[in-house]
């Protein structure tokens, strides 16, 4: 069974930065298009940003010039650089296939506040 974990999560101040990685398992990491996904308190869980196999990306238009998605497919890892965080991206980001195929790990919390 395949195993997600979100790391890089914290407390930033507006404008900060963050990293965040996700450490996946399983033999066909490489095969999926893969995603973050933010959840913020009393909303739905939203997609924020994909990357497929040939690292074609997409995003949202409000995190759109501010955070790149990125993948190791050797270490399967996925990665979020957010830049010129905003309060309103405040939320517990994970990652997972573009059609959530995998178990959905614990998450890591961003919280952006002065």
């Known amino acids: 069974q395949v195993q997600l974990v979100e790391s890089g999560g914290g407390l930033v101040q507006p404008g900060g930065s963050l990293r965040l990685s996700c450490a996946a398992s399983?033999?066909?990491?490489?095969?999926?298009?893969m995603a973050w996904y933010r959840r913020a308190p009393e909303k739905q869980r939203e997609v924020v940003a994909t990357i497929t196999s040939e690292r074609i990306t997409n995003y949202i238009d409000s995190v759109k010039g501010r955070f790149t998605i990125s993948r190791d497919n050797e270490m399967k890892r996925v990665y979020l650089q957010m830049n010129d965080l905003k309060p309103q991206d405040t939320a517990a980001y994970y990652c997972n296939t573009q059609g959530g195929n995998y178990v959905w790990g614990q998450g890591t919390q961003v919280t952006v506040s002065s």
């Open positions: 399983g033999s066909s990491f490489s095969d999926f298009t």
